[in-house]
């Protein structure tokens, strides 16, 4: 059974920084790339960003390009996502998630097991 949990949520104020991990049980990450997404109140979840396995690859979306940095520790089981300069449109439920293969897509489709999410919330 893959589970996967997230930590390291809370309330910040906007200009400070979070960081998220998201630790695996039941399935080594280190052939599969991982996703972190997020889903505020009245939103539809969006992908925040992604990993390849080997952690060469990523990706971000536009809105934390210069301000988020995810990475993974393989020999530990775990993802990370770094945020700086939080801003208060940060704030939402992060999700991190599982991919199909190694690659780390932008897309919801490609993950199939996901954690029970970490909310970060951004006081302006």
């Known amino acids: 059974q893959v589970q996967l949990v997230e930590s390291g949520g809370g309330l910040v104020q906007a200009g400070g920084s979070l960081r998220l991990s998201c630790a695996a049980s039941g399935r080594t990450l280190s052939r599969y790339g991982m996703g972190w997404f997020r889903q505020a109140p009245g939103k539809e979840r969006e992908v925040v960003a992604a990993?390849?396995?080997?952690?060469?690859?990523?990706y971000y979306a536009d809105s934390v390009k210069g301000r988020f940095t995810i990475s993974r520790d393989n020999a530990k089981n775990t993802v990370y996502l770094e945020m700086n300069n939080l801003k208060p449109e940060d704030t939402a439920a992060y999700y991190c998630a599982l991919g199909r293969d190694g690659y780390g897509s932008r897309w919801e489709s490609e993950y199939d097991y996901w954690g029970q999410g970490t909310q970060v919330t951004v006081s302006s």
């Open positions: 990993i390849s396995w080997s952690g060469v690859t990523t």
